[in-house]
Nanobody, 115 residues
Framework: QVQVVESGGGLVQAGGSLRLSCAAS????????MAWYRQAPGKQRELVAT???????KYADSVKGRLTISRDNAKNTVYLQMNSLKPEDTAVYYC?????????WGQGTQVTVSS
């Protein structure tokens, strides 16, 4: 089984940057892909970005050009670099690790962007 722990959230002004980290442990060899999701107050959780085991990435239209997902295999960590942040990016950000037939989720990290 895989465990993931997010870190790096915080309060930032609009236009600023943050980098989120997601550290994976456990059966990491079985991970097929990892992803970042976010959930704003009163809204459904939405997919932000994914990265496959081969390094292919996909993004939600709302974050293209501003958020970048990457991975450091040596550290078993996936990152979400967030630039040009907007107040509408305010949400709890969750990391997910996908194995065959199941996914593992972290507790989330709060990102707040002030205007």
């Amino acid at each position: 089984q895989v465990q993931v722990v997010e870190s790096g959230g915080g309060l930032v002004q609009a236009g600023g940057s943050l980098r989120l980290s997601c550290a994976a442990s456990g059966s990491i060899f079985s991970i097929n892909a990892m992803a970042w999701y976010r959930q704003a107050p009163g809204k459904q959780r939405e997919l932000v970005a994914t990265i496959s085991s081969g390094g292919s990435t996909k993004y939600a239209d709302s974050v293209k050009g501003r958020l970048t997902i990457s991975r450091d295999n040596a550290k078993n960590t996936v990152y979400l670099q967030m630039n040009s942040l907007k107040p509408e990016d305010t949400a709890v950000y969750y990391c997910a690790a996908y194995e065959a037939g199941r996914s593992s989720w972290g507790q989330g990290t709060q990102v707040t962007v002030s205007s």
